[in-house]
């Protein structure tokens, strides 16, 4: 089985995923790291690489703030890496707004002999190396500025910036932008506000949203959104990622938020797909990621296989002894399952603590809900109902009703 979400275990929470094929074709996979939920990110990166998106090797820590020669670099946020002339970049954002540049043989790293970008101030590094092997560095928040690198990848050609490829005001971006070509087009994706609770950059960045252009600095045209994790957590604010073709399959890279924080955020990945105009089709988050679907026989319907939820509930790992719940469930409150195939099954074993009704619902492809079972849970542990047998691929829906300190755990279906 393909790659499922979250992408990985509970000690590793990944942001701002940016995914690179190399020339061992895996991809790999560059993020920030949350430890702290009091605060964004920490000292030091990891990088997992899979090939053929069925595993996730974890290669340890890529760089540390230790080793960049700065007292006043102390964590490190979102970076970018790319491979050209047999060695390996990676672009490092630092929480002082300062940027760099470490060298490594291989895409696992460790990564070393830091540089500075002079002249590349700010946030978010994000770097391309066209068909011509012409690279190209992108920087910045609210507006985004873009330019080409000298051939050691480490300086910024003299006269090349241009700045405000992309705005707020014209493209929604807020920051975290990422460079991709197909057929002679250049995706631009982006954190992306055109949705969300209002705040001063008029929604918040939960989108992952994109523009065009037919030339990497531009100009370029807002497209639209590619996804939103709104849906994954009360808390959410931000996302950040990328979009990368693995095995002829394009896939977004993206995180979603947990534990009722802003942070303690973790990888996940969608598949996507284009129209004939090149253009992205919107796609929702899933439990299924890189697969189609998931087959419900054997499989563990655990709290973080839950793609999206509504209400005040969120999936906490921090107060249970790191084992992952949906808590702070009220009244209708929901968690989705998608995309779910059915064979027949006749019986939920669910999981639970607290009191409170659990009703079982499936969507189909056109939108028609059915609910196949319900429960009233009092003690806690496991509890068995019979449901109604269907077959097909669905979106699985838990409702709880009348929840007394109810918290869901997992369910099977039989």
């Known amino acids: 089985m393909k790659l499922k979400n979250p992408l990985l275990p509970l000690e590793n929470f990944i942001p ?16 920030s790291m949350d430890v702290y939920p009091e605060f964004w990110c920490c000292e030091r990166y990891k990088v997992f690489s899979t090939k053929g998106m069925e595993d996730l090797q974890d290669h340890g820590v890529s760089m540390d703030a230790a080793w960049i020669p700065d007292p006043a670099v102390h964590y490190l946020y979102a970076p970018d890496a790319i491979e050209k002339g047999g060695k390996t970049y ?21 990564f070393s002999e830091p540089s500075k970008m002079e002249g590349a101030q700010g946030i978010d590094p994000a770097v391309f190396v066209d068909d011509d092997g012409t690279a190209y560095y992108y920087w910045g928040q609210f507006q985004l500025n873009g330019c ?41 994706v982006f954190a992306d506000v055109s949705r969300g609770k209002p705040s001063p950059y008029g929604g918040t960045p939960t989108c992952l949203g994109y523009a065009t252009s037919t030339n990497p600095l531009g100009p370029f045209i807002y497209r639209g959104v590619i996804i939103d994790n709104a849906a994954c957590d009360p808390a959410s604010w931000n996302n950040h990622g990328s979009i990368e073709e693995i095995d002829g399959q394009w896939y977004v890279f993206y995180h979603r938020s947990t534990c009722g924080e802003s942070r303690m955020r973790r990888a996940c990945c969608e598949r996507i797909y284009f129209d004939e105009q090149g253009l992205i089709q919107e796609v929702p988050m899933t439990s299924s990621g890189a697969n189609a679907c998931l087959d419900a026989k054997g499989l563990l319907f655990d709290a973080p296989l839950a793609c999206a939820l ?63 079972g319900r429960t009233y849970v009092e003690k806690g542990g496991e509890t068995a109902f019979p449901i109604e047998s269907v077959e097909g691929i669905y979106e699985l829906k838990l409702e709880f009703r009348t929840p007394e300190d109810l918290e869901f755990i997992s369910f099977t279906l039989q």
Not at 342 to 362: D, F, H, N, P, V
Request: charged letters at 35%.
């Open 16 to 31: 701002d995923g940016e995914a690179h094929t190399m020339r061992d074709r895996r991809t790999y996979l560059y993020g």
């Open 90 to 110: 990676l672009y490092i954002c630092c929480d002082d707004q300062s940027e760099w540049v470490a060298v490594a043989d291989t895409p696992a790293g460790p």
């Open 148 to 188: 080409r690198l000298k051939e050691n990848m480490r300086e910024i050609e003299e006269g090349s910036v241009v700045r405000g490829l992309i705005t707020e005001k014209e493209h929604f971006f807020h920051e975290g932008s990422s460079m991709r070509k197909r057929n002679g087009i250049y995706y631009l």
């Open 310 to 372: 509504s209400g005040t509930c969120y999936i906490d790992a921090l107060k249970r002894g790191r084992e992952e719940r949906i808590v702070r469930i009220e009244e209708g409150d929901t968690a989705v399952f998608r995309y779910i195939r059915m064979a027949g099954e006749r019986q939920c074993k669910i999981k639970t603590e607290g009191k409170g009704i659990c009703i079982l619902t499936a969507c189909d492809a056109n939108g028609e809900e059915r609910e196949l």
